[in-house]
């Protein structure tokens, strides 16, 4: 069965630059989530898009940004990085409208950011 | 803020033992999934639970939903090797479109 797919899957960058995370949600899954894990850390949830609207938002930080696209694959773009930005990066996806009314989050292999 | 309370931390065990491990909150969750990670892999969805008392089983694994659906054990029957790893309990609380909170994790290893 199809995964979520995410890439690049490594990515280094320096201090103030940009990175933008890419993310391939389950075939005719229509919503999508974000999640930053710290080393150690359980997943904290970022941002959230449903049919290509945000949905909900949490502890994202201003310099961030992101959205869903058409084909529901979203991008996740980061500016002005920080040491601390250093992580990894789930991108999650559900089908809200499952016949089976249970939703549930599938994640993806992650996105490894490393900030020099 | 909702927190879920993983327990215990850290579980070191021998191969063919069996054990139970928590995850505990004092708010109400619609449904709550455990999900086991691998070092730098996303996790993987081993189950989801909705229905309060809930049980459900894989293979060797036996996920428990509370009544009051605030809780939720794992129980694993003859580990083996290849149960180690970090398993993650996460809440969805107000149904669908709805953000996971996540427990700190339990990290599991089974020794030879």
């Known amino acids: 069965a199809a995964g979520v797919i995410q890439s690049p899957r490594h990515l280094i960058k320096e201090k103030r630059e940009t990175a933008t995370l890419k993310c391939y949600p389950i075939?005719?899954?229509?919503?999508v989530y974000w999640y930053q894990q710290g080393p150690g850390q359980d997943p904290q949830f970022l941002i959230s898009?449903?049919?290509?609207?945000?949905?909900d938002k949490g502890s994202i930080p201003d310099r961030f940004s992101a959205q869903q696209f058409s084909d529901y694959h979203s991008e996740l773009n980061m500016s002005s990085l920080e040491l601390g930005d250093s992580a990894l990066y789930f991108c999650a996806s559900s089908l809200v409208s499952s016949p089976a009314a249970v939703e549930t989050q599938y994640f993806g292999p992650g996105t490894r950011l490393l900030v020099l | 803020t909702q927190l879920l309370e993983q327990s215990p931390q850290f579980l070191s065990i021998q191969e063919g033992e069996n054990l139970t491990v928590y995850c505990n909150s004092s708010?109400?969750?619609?449904?709550l999934q455990w999900y086991r990670q691998e070092p730098g892999e996303g996790p993987v969805l081993l189950v989801t639970?909705?229905?309060?008392?809930e049980v459900k089983k894989l293979k060797r694994l036996t996920f428990q939903f509370g009544d009051a659906r605030k809780d939720s054990s794992l129980h694993i029957t003859a580990a083996q090797t290849g149960d180690t790893g970090l398993y993650l309990c996460a809440g969805n609380s107000t149904g669908a479109n709805s953000k996971l909170t996540f427990g700190k994790g339990i990290t599991l290893s089974v020794r030879p």
């Open positions: 075939p005719r899954h229509d919503t």
């Open positions: 708010s109400v969750f619609s449904s």
């Open positions: 898009f449903y049919e290509k609207m945000q949905s």
């Open positions: 639970v909705v229905t309060g008392g």
